[in-house]
């Protein structure tokens, strides 16, 4: 009786598990200048102005006389890639763009909002597109890659895409579909049920 007790109460008795440390995010810092105090992260100043992120995950750079400072969408800072791609920021006959994989064409410059978007070129036109953030939610660092098709002067990015001669149509997530019948288009993308519970993210790698 003693023994099937104890193996009752082994039963019950709550498991011990390994919490993983909360990683704290580095202090602000703060720059005088002007008269005025600016306090963020990678705080960078010019002669005439100053700017800092407003998280440890941004970026700050200076570029055609001005700083540019940008920060991550969440979704990006919950779910880093295993690449080694970071925000960047450029420019192009005085425009800049920051984000992700960032591209110069035709005096053009765009970024995608996210490490896991795609940026393409057709008819001398820069596009950049990102899947939706249910997506990056669902996958992770395993998020599949979209790619860009074009027909003519048309083109869209996303999943399944498909053509005619002169309209492109894709779907916006990976388990979506499309389908061309009788030269029409028919493109679905089921809803997300997956709901996130997140922790602390992980630490920048600044």
């Known amino acids: 009786m003693l023994s099937l007790l104890s193996a009752l109460w082994l039963a019950t008795a709550p498991v011990a598990t390994s919490e993983q440390p909360v990683v704290r995010p580095p202090p602000p810092q703060c720059v005088f200048s002007q008269g005025r105090s600016v306090c963020g992260y990678q705080c960078k100043t010019t002669g005439t102005q100053t700017a800092c992120a407003r998280t440890p995950y941004g970026i700050c750079e200076v570029l055609v006389g001005g700083v540019h400072c940008w920060d991550p969408p969440l979704v990006a800072i919950q779910h880093p890639p295993t690449t080694s791609a970071k925000p960047e920021c ?17 005096g053009e410059v765009a970024c995608n909002r996210t490490p896991y978007g795609v940026c393409s070129t ?25 790619r860009c098709l074009n027909a003519s002067e048309d083109m869209a990015c996303g999943y399944d895409c498909k053509a005619t001669r002169t309209e492109v149509q894709c779907a916006n997530t990976p388990d979506g579909v499309c389908r061309l019948d009788n030269q029409r288009f028919t493109c679905f993308d089921p809803p997300s049920l997956l709901h996130c519970d997140h922790s602390a993210p992980p630490p920048p790698r600044h």
Do not use: M
Request: proline share 10%.
């Open 90 to 106: 450029k420019e192009s006959r005085g425009q800049v763009a920051c984000g992700y994989n960032c591209r110069q064409f035709n």
């Open 122 to 146: 057709n008819f001398n036109k820069l596009t950049c597109w990102d899947p939706p953030d249910a997506v990056i939610h669902q996958y992770g660092a395993e998020t599949p890659a979209p």
